[in-house]
């Protein structure tokens, strides 16, 4: 059983919805980003997306676009990333994601990757740009090396595909409360409710809804009818904000403890 499958096994028998944080990885720098994801630990953070950085970030707004360049430009490398979840490892079982594009992996070589993403410690990738039915030469890489390949899920998806998708899906299932890039406009909880009632009957893994929750009360609407709330582009404000500041891990840790706190008071 991975880990993924154990934490929102152990949140559902629990009664209760997962909280899945969203940060770049090396914004600013990767020595502030493993206080980063000790601190969402600690805070609350009940798994962990890491984006790794990539040069023509299509599907991303100007928030993570913005984190992105300042990671590249502290020199953050996919190898880089992989070193410090392997030393964030050896503290904590909360399971970690990686979330980006695909051309940066293909450099890497999709086969290596695998292997060494596993050994690191990162238990699912979720890749915004590789549509699962592409996924096929990589797919295999990823299962023998025990990751979950995390499929995204978008309203403009049609009903029969995203049946067949979450069917199939591995981790957990992303579902994209909104068109167009991340940070652009604030989720409507009720528009969305319906179509994750739906995805829930049919996904062997839980739902999980993210792109435009940006408070603890969107975030408490949301886990209302979701198995799992992602929160990425308020947090990387936070972030961008404060920089390497002394104030720039207690800021992160009270927000998730916030957001942490508006999941747990969820009325299904």
Not at 94 to 114: D, H, K, Q, V
Not at 116 to 135: K, T
Not at 188 to 199: M, N, Q, T
Not at 202 to 227: K, L, M
């Amino acid at each position: 059983m991975s880990r993924i499958e154990q934490s929102l096994g152990s949140l559902r028998e629990r009664g209760e919805k997962a909280l899945i944080t969203f940060v770049t990885a090396g914004d600013p720098d990767l020595a502030t980003s493993e206080k980063i994801v000790h601190a969402l630990v600690e805070a609350g953070a009940d798994l962990i997306e890491l984006g790794f950085p990539f040069s023509d970030p299509m599907a991303d707004g100007p928030t993570i676009q913005a984190s992105s360049e300042r990671a590249l430009a502290a020199g953050t490398t996919l190898a880089g990333i992989l070193a410090m979840v392997e030393r964030v490892r050896q503290h904590t079982n909360t399971p970690i994601i990686l979330m980006g594009y695909y051309n940066p992996i293909f450099s890497y070589g999709p086969e290596r990757f695998a292997r060494d993403a596993a050994a690191a410690g990162i238990d699912g990738l979720l890749l915004v740009d590789l549509p699962p039915e592409e996924a096929g030469e990589f797919q295999p890489f990823l299962r023998a090396a025990g990751v979950d390949l995390i499929t995204l899920l978008a309203p403009t998806t049609d009903k029969q595909r995203m049946t067949r998708l979450a069917e199939a899906a591995e981790g957990f299932l992303y579902y994209v409360s909104m068109t167009g890039v991340t940070g652009s406009q604030q989720v409507d909880a009720e528009s969305i409710r319906g179509v994750v009632a739906e995805l829930q009957e049919t996904s062997r893994v839980p739902v999980a809804v993210g792109f435009g929750v940006t408070t603890p009360e969107a975030a408490r609407n949301i886990a209302g009818f979701s198995d799992a709330v992602v929160v990425g582009s308020a947090l990387v404000k936070i972030i961008a904000t404060h920089g390497r500041s002394e104030t720039l891990i207690e800021e992160v840790a009270r927000f998730v403890k916030a957001l942490k706190k508006g999941v747990r008071s969820a009325v299904p």
